[in-house]
């Protein structure tokens, strides 16, 4: 793997706050401008306090992990597991095709809301490794506070993957925020994994992406940052070389309305399976 996943992980924007818009509706949130260039767009947005963004995580990460709350999503405490059941479904075929093993990478992770959103489901397979891969202070607090025998945190998938061979990749809420997508899709889909789930991302009809500023309403919490919404043609495409598309399915979020020019986008979720020629001899 190349070091410029570094590069990656310094542009991401906060696990926190880049999946609020699992948590808010849509229309709360505004995804403006049709930008030429990353650092276009990144020079009108305000930032964000990542320290901030880290200890709510941690927060309510910690009450999920002590069983004082049953669910956390977006750092928002929740009475009962809401499960992603295609996610769920993506999880297990591909520990089904592994006679019950399951070795995840989750890239952009958190402190490991997936995980311990699935985990009851998945304790009673052979084996589950779940490997985050995230930003440096998410990545020492995750050593720190979550780390176990199963719950991993890395600081680049190149890092993760002298651990095992993962069977899934697991991209949810996080390729919207890089600056270079395709190239770290690239460098992700090189690991020959079984199964890739995309998860929670916008995408729109059409052959060319767009690039936008996603502005977070201030009554919710102050921060904007750029956000790719995806041409659907084109990642499909991108993926089609090597994997197939087993299932797409509607995932939160639903319909994102674009401004200037106006548009409208669907947050789509995508199963892939690698294809027999690429499988891993």
């Known amino acids: 793997m190349k070091d410029s996943f570094k590069q990656y992980l310094r542009s991401w924007l ?26 276009d767009a990144l020079a009108v947005t305000s930032g964000y306090d990542s320290n901030g963004i880290l200890e709510k995580a941690r927060k309510a990460a910690l009450a999920v992990a002590s069983g004082e709350a049953v669910f956390e999503r977006d750092s928002v405490l929740f009475d009962e597991v809401q499960y992603s059941w295609p996610v769920l479904a993506g999880l297990l075929k591909a520990a089904a ?11 952009g992770g958190a402190l490991g809301s997936s995980y311990y959103q699935n985990r009851k489901l998945l304790e009673q397979l052979q084996e589950v490794k779940w490997c985050i891969v995230e930003q440096n202070n998410f990545v020492e607090c995750g050593k720190r506070e979550f780390e176990t025998d199963v719950l991993k945190f890395f600081h680049s998938i190149e890092e993760a993957a002298k651990t095992c061979a993962f069977n899934v990749i697991l991209l949810s809420s996080v390729l919207p925020y890089l600056e270079r997508p395709y190239d770290m899709l690239a460098e992700a889909v090189k690991l020959g994994a079984e199964t890739v789930i995309i998860d929670r991302t916008p995408v729109l009809p059409g052959n060319a992406d767009r690039l936008t ?4 309403p201030d009554s919710i919490y102050h921060a904007s940052y750029p956000a ?38 669907m947050t789509q979720g995508y199963i892939f399976s690698l294809k027999e020629t690429k499988r891993r001899k």
């Open 97 to 107: 095709d592994e006679e019950g093993h399951l070795r995840v990478l989750d890239f």
């Open 213 to 216: 500023v996603q502005k977070i």
């Open 14 to 39: 906060p696990p926190a706050l880049s999946r609020l818009k699992g948590t808010l509706f849509f229309s709360e949130i505004s995804f403006n401008g049709d930008f030429p260039e990353w650092n």
């Open 228 to 265: 790719w919404v995806f041409s659907e043609e084109k990642l499909l495409n991108f993926m089609s070389e090597k994997y197939s598309m087993l299932v797409k399915f509607d995932t939160l979020g639903g319909e994102v309305r674009l401004k200037d020019p106006v548009a409208t986008a």
